[in-house]
């Protein structure tokens, strides 16, 4: 079993739409944890920062986090062609930081 | 937060020779990680690089492979040794925020 699993997709949905993205994984310790957007050719940009268990928004992004069922998801609102990339999880305990594999997304007008 | 520039940013190689990928931050930072990414996969951590001590490799990799350099806070790089076709990926650079991590632009690198 892996540490960090992700749909890798691909997922199209139309503009406007509300995306859901979600990673489980196995590592109880894992306290942080992250979403990283990756446009192509470019290198994964940190999207949103979570500590432990709850919700965090920031514009139409949501992440939360469910650390009893080991279970993490990103929420996209009115979701826009320029969302359109890989988006990764990732998760850390204290250094060490594993990842997703990525779950590619294509916003189409 | 810190700006990393990493080049090349692409490269084809040959076969049996090496590539050196460096990366440069805009602020000292004590530990740089190197990381793979192949197609569909997730990032694979490298090697962890300290500035004054040796670099300290994740399993499956070794110096020999992919030695690593530091001489400063803010500089390091990786070479690509022997290079056969199945090292042909992404290489990141990246630097820890205190919240996450923020990574170079990656090296595209084909061996052929």
């Known amino acids: 079993q892996k540490e960090v699993e992700q749909d890798p997709g691909p997922l199209s949905v139309p503009e406007g739409a509300i995306v859901s993205l979600n990673c489980t994984y196995s590592n109880s310790a894992f306290q942080y944890f992250m979403w990283y957007r990756q446009y192509s050719r470019k290198g994964p940009e940190l999207l949103m920062y979570t500590y432990s268990s709850g919700n965090k928004e920031d514009g139409r992004f949501t992440a939360q986090v469910d650390k009893s069922s080991k279970y993490i998801s990103l929420f996209i609102r009115d979701s826009q062609p320029s969302d359109s990339a890989t988006y990764l999880c990732a998760m850390s305990a204290q250094i060490d930081m594993r990842f997703g594999a990525g779950t590619r997304l294509t916003v189409k007008p | 937060s810190a700006v990393i520039s990493q080049k090349p940013s692409r490269d084809i190689c040959q076969r049996g020779t090496s590539l050196t990928i460096q990366c440069q931050v805009d602020?000292?930072?004590?530990?740089m990680f190197w990381y793979r990414q192949q197609p569909g996969q997730s990032l694979t951590l490298i090697a962890t690089?300290?500035?004054?001590?040796?670099?300290?490799?994740e399993s499956g990799f070794v110096i020999d492979k992919f030695p690593i350099s530091r001489p400063n806070l803010t500089f390091s790089t990786l070479t690509v040794s022997n290079m056969s076709p199945e090292d042909s990926s992404i290489y990141l650079c990246?630097?820890?925020?205190?919240?996450?991590?923020?990574f170079g632009s990656g090296t595209r690198l084909t061996v052929v």
């Open positions: 602020s000292q930072v004590t530990m």
């Open positions: 690089a300290n500035q004054g001590s040796e670099a300290t490799y």
């Open positions: 990246s630097v820890d925020r205190g919240y996450g991590y923020t």
